[in-house]
DNA sequence: TTCAAACTGTCACCAGAGTTACAGTTGTCG
DNA sequence: CGACAACTGTAACTCTGGTGACAGTTTGAA
């Protein structure tokens, strides 16, 4: 059983985009050192303001995460899957982890702490390459959404992001999401109802396909036009 | 001449926060490797998109950040001032830059080639922590931009930027920004009409000082409290 | 199998932001 | 010092998207 599950992390880490370009040693390195943590459903792998140190890697299953906003609010930010990586070093980079994640169906993480990340450190300084590497793919992800809502009209807004998700989405696989129009909605800053009725409108055309809490994409180029028109 | 811009490029970097918790030699090394240069109003820092690796530290002037959203739009993202970061080695970390940035004054930067982190790197590996560092503050800012057009109305939202931007502005004297109406409802997602008709009602309750082409902030509290509101 | 919870589809109403346009002011560069 | 460009203030009109509400459907747990 945890053989098994090692060997998933060490498949995982291997193929996210982050340390592919790392020698394996270093990659086996962090599951020797990681803590493997199984989370149920509505468990929270770590909380925004949160001060526990080190790093979340996503082995398996799919959390939800969400960032504060001015007055309390919750926004929520994303899904993410596997191999995807929650929140980092914070003690040299100096703050609080920034965004809350609720596992939404049961879910497999690697947690390395701080002090794991310095004893890899010692024989593979480069891990901290790795981790300004995977640092940034998550500002260009956060900018890319900033910008998307700034300047898109909700039509676009909601094709683009479609798109952002299933590039995101990591398997591959079946570009579907499992979202519920309602969650769309509050990820994009729009009614449920704005949203519904421009998903009507993308099935009406043949781009997608939706059913009972999830969306599937059937004609990305379509998409892609409507997210730059 | 160059003398008095290291000795500037020092102190900068030395009060940066990204920057503060590691050795003197190794900023010392920074500026050594890096290469200061001088650019002037409208000229460009680099292009998003663009494949020159490495770092530019601001040291003195002021510039324009954007980002491209679908459909060829330009969004406009922040000021930058001096302590801030832009770019960074995009060899290992996956991607061309982010953002293009523009001079709005005669500026100075740092500018530390990929080759030049490789080099410090072999006496300071920690520089790739440092780098996360700064990564990770960038990623804060932005998910905290994207919260706030997701979830603010227009009057919260401006309120929330304006309380962002005397905290990015750097500096800690006069909290003055240096844009126009124009220019900030272009970075919220508003129209100018939107932006001033609020700036004015701002005004009359005291909160701000609008002038020609600048906004001084006089009761961070009392935006605060609309932002949250 | 049944029931409650969660989700989608749809409606009428309306506040508020976008659009377009123009006048008046401030700064700047020649 | 004069002309031009950039910026602010304001108004009338339009229309999108938010609000609140309700019915019908799917799902999953009791």
Redesign the interface.
């Known amino acids: 059983m945890r053989q098994a599950q090692q060997k998933l992390a060490l498949e995982v880490l291997g193929a996210s985009?982050?340390l592919k370009?790392y020698p394996a040693a270093l990659i086996q390195q962090l599951v020797k050192e990681g803590r493997l943590v199984r989370l149920n459903v509505g468990e929270w792998a770590q909380a925004e303001g949160d001060d526990r140190s080190g790093l979340f890697v996503v082995i398996d299953g799919s959390l939800h995460s969400f960032?504060?906003?001015?007055?309390?609010?919750a926004?929520m930010?994303g899904v993410v899957g596997a191999g995807a990586v929650l929140g980092?070093?914070t003690r040299?980079?100096?703050?609080p982890r920034?965004?809350t994640a609720v596992c939404v169906e049961p879910s497999l993480l690697l947690e390395v702490s701080e002090a794991s990340l310095e004893r890899i450190?010692v024989h593979f300084?480069?891990v901290?390459?790795a981790?300004?590497?995977f640092?940034?793919?998550?500002?260009?992800r956060?900018?890319?959404?900033?910008?998307?809502?700034?300047?898109?009209k909700p039509r676009?807004r909601i094709a683009?992001r479609l798109l952002a998700a299933i590039d995101g989405g990591g398997l591959g696989g079946t570009p579907t999401l499992r979202v519920s129009q309602e969650l769309l909605g509050e990820?994009?800053?729009l009614t449920r109802k704005t949203v519904n009725s421009h998903l009507c409108s993308f099935e009406d055309i043949g781009l997608i396909r939706s059913g009972y809490g999830h969306i599937t994409i059937l004609n990305e180029e379509g998409l892609?036009n409507i997210?730059?028109?």
Chains 1, 2 share one sequence.
Not at 92 to 95: A, D, E, F, K, R
């Open positions: 985009g982050w370009d960032c504060a906003a001015p007055g309390g609010r926004v930010i980092h070093a040299y980079s100096g703050g920034l965004v450190a300084p480069e901290w390459r981790i300004a590497g640092a940034y793919d998550n500002t260009r956060a900018l890319q959404m900033a910008a998307e809502v700034i300047s898109l676009q683009a990820m994009l800053g892609r997210a730059n028109s």
